[in-house]
């Protein structure tokens, strides 16, 4: 999540954060003590995770700012990973799943 903190500071990025299966108190908890000022939203039923077929946490979606799904990837990303990714999908090189 520290990660995910340093991409949500970037001007033309906004990270949204979905905590799944968890009851609010525990999300609060945990981003209360580690300070993290990301968006985040609950899915305790599960059901938001079904619907975008996750199949593994951590799972990273790219939306554009008209909502498009650009890509996804499962599994852990470090910062110069997600970094990377964002530089290729400002230049229109090749979208998140590649």
Known sequence: ???LEKINQMDDVQV???DVREPKSVVQDYQDEHNY???MVLD???D???TFYVASFPTTYFVDEEG???GSVPG???Y???EELLVKIRNDEVNASE
């Open 1 to 3: 999540m520290p990660d």
């Open 16 to 18: 949204l954060a979905i």
């Open 37 to 39: 000022d990301l968006t």
């Open 44 to 46: 305790e039923n599960g």
């Open 48 to 50: 938001l995770a079904n």
């Open 68 to 70: 498009i799904l650009l």
């Open 76 to 78: 852990m990303l470090t």
């Open 80 to 82: 110069e990973v997600l």
